[in-house]
């Protein structure tokens, strides 16, 4: 079977359930939601079909699967590392001391550690910010490592973590030339499960000739951009969006990820220009050195973001995580503790109906793929989580919006689908956890080549 078919012919009616259809022509409201071909075929109440197998969803809600517009999956088996490091010590770790030594069995190996976890708790789309394209052979194998899995994912192919200070901060090399090949001969469908896009470092990580040149390359080839800015003090010193709408590259195509230190201009200017932002919550408020999280100012500028996870090695690769985490700094902004550029008085606040839909439908939107998934609409690939809401954490609940970004978890994930096709019931991940015994091993490996001691 070619990897683009649909892996289930399944038939399924979900009764009885909360649907939280982030679609808002259809609202929520307690009903039924019909899958066939792997699709969702019909939304409503008192839905019958005689062939299909029915999932009891009383005391459940259903909704999109959470869509993470920004992870660096190859880094899977090293997470849970350094919670408290910063920003330098990730880099110097990860990026530069571990990176180089990856293998293309390490990068499928992270790769399906990040796709498992992410399955396990909700995610079904993963945009895998993949600069560990070290050979072609790194990057085949973090693909086939999304097909394997069953999620779906957007493949962003980015630059080596060979040499990763000469890729980075000024860098004059282009971007590898591997990514025609990949478009030409390995992802050229962009209706199928896995997408390619293009991960760009842009004018803040490359020289002004690279990142025009780099941007060029990923339109000829039809690709949609990402690009990291706004990081720390070099981001504020770069104004990489103001940059790039001078220069006349600044366009709806692009993903502004992090945005921490972008100017409240550069935010009007990328929100003028229909790109959208991806805002690694967790991750910025965790690790020293990027800035705070840009969520308040984004919507001051007309953007509602996506959200993301960034990197396991400092925080969970969960989004109920990077949801609270995203509520928390808002919090301290409103108790006057924010970082200096959030203490504008009058900044637009969100709440935890809004940080679903950022988890959602934000993310298909950022990721270009609104079209097939992030609602749940009938017509769109039935990429769909069910949540139980009677476990001792979520009862009772009140507001059920509320209760999931407050006390959600994991372990309240019970049903998952991508593209129609089951990945978890009845709480239990159909894959199980053989992977993790490859992905310590993996770990071990590495840390032996790179002759780093394991923390702890
Ligand atoms: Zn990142």
Redesign the pocket.
């Known amino acids: 079977m070619s990897p683009n078919q649909p892996q289930n012919e399944e038939r399924l009616l979900i009764k009885g359930a909360y649907l939280m259809t982030q679609d808002e022509q259809l609202g929520d409201f307690v009903g039924d939601v019909l899958v066939a071909d792997g699709r969702i075929v019909g939304i409503g109440r008192d839905l019958t079909d005689d062939r299909a197998r029915t999932v009891d969803g009383t005391g459940s809600a259903v909704l999109p699967g959470f869509i993470d517009t920004?992870r660096?999956n190859w880094q899977g088996a090293l997470r849970n590392l350094g919670p408290a490091w910063t920003y330098q010590e990730y880099r110097g770790q990860v990026q530069i001391g571990l990176g180089q030594h990856f293998e293309p069995r390490d990068v499928r190996v992270g790769n399906l550690a990040a796709d498992l976890l992410s399955l396990d708790a909700g995610v079904t789309t993963v945009r895998d910010?993949s600069h560990i394209s070290n050979s072609p052979e790194h990057s085949d194998a973090a693909i086939a490592a999304h097909w394997e899995s069953g999620i779906r994912a957007v493949f962003d192919h980015g630059w080596p973590s060979t040499e990763a200070e000469q890729w980075q901060f000024g860098s004059d090399r282009s971007h590898p030339d591997d990514i025609r090949r990949i478009r030409e001969e390995v992802l050229s469908d962009d209706s199928a499960r896995v997408t390619l896009n293009a991960m760009l470092r842009g004018p803040e990580m490359s020289t002004p000739a690279v990142a025009e040149q780099d941007i060029r390359l990923a339109r000829e080839l039809g690709l949609r951009i990402s690009m990291?800015v706004g990081l720390g003090e070099w981001g504020a010193e770069q104004q990489s969006i103001r940059r790039l709408a001078e220069t006349g590259l600044l366009a709806s195509d692009m993903t502004f990820?992090h945005c921490c230190t972008s100017t409240d201009e550069e935010l009007r200017m990328l929100a003028a220009h229909g790109a959208s932002a991806s805002v690694?919550g967790a991750l910025e408020v965790f690790m020293p050195g990027l800035g705070q999280p840009a969520t308040n100012r984004l919507l001051a500028a007309g953007v509602r973001p996506s959200l993301s996870v960034?990197?396991e090695t400092i925080v969970s690769g969960d989004m109920f995580g990077v949801m609270r985490a995203t509520l928390a700094y808002q919090q301290l902004i409103r108790a006057g503790a924010a970082g200096p550029m959030d203490r504008a008085p009058g900044l637009p606040t969100f709440d935890a109906a809004d940080l679903l839909s950022f988890a959602t439908i934000e993310g298909a939107r950022a990721a270009g793929i609104d079209d097939r998934t992030g609602s749940l609409t009938p017509g769109k690939e039935a990429d769909l989580i069910m949540i139980r809401l009677d476990h001792a954490n979520t009862l009772p609940a009140t507001d059920v919006a509320a209760t999931i970004v407050a006390g959600g978890h994991a372990g309240n994930v019970d049903l998952v689908m991508v593209a129609g096709d089951v990945v978890k019931e009845h709480g239990v991940l159909r894959a199980g956890n053989a992977v993790f015994d490859e992905a310590a091993a993996s770990r071990d490996r590495l840390f032996h080549a790179a002759g780093l001691r394991l923390p702890g």
């Open positions: 920004h660096h910010e990291h990820i690694a960034d990197t």
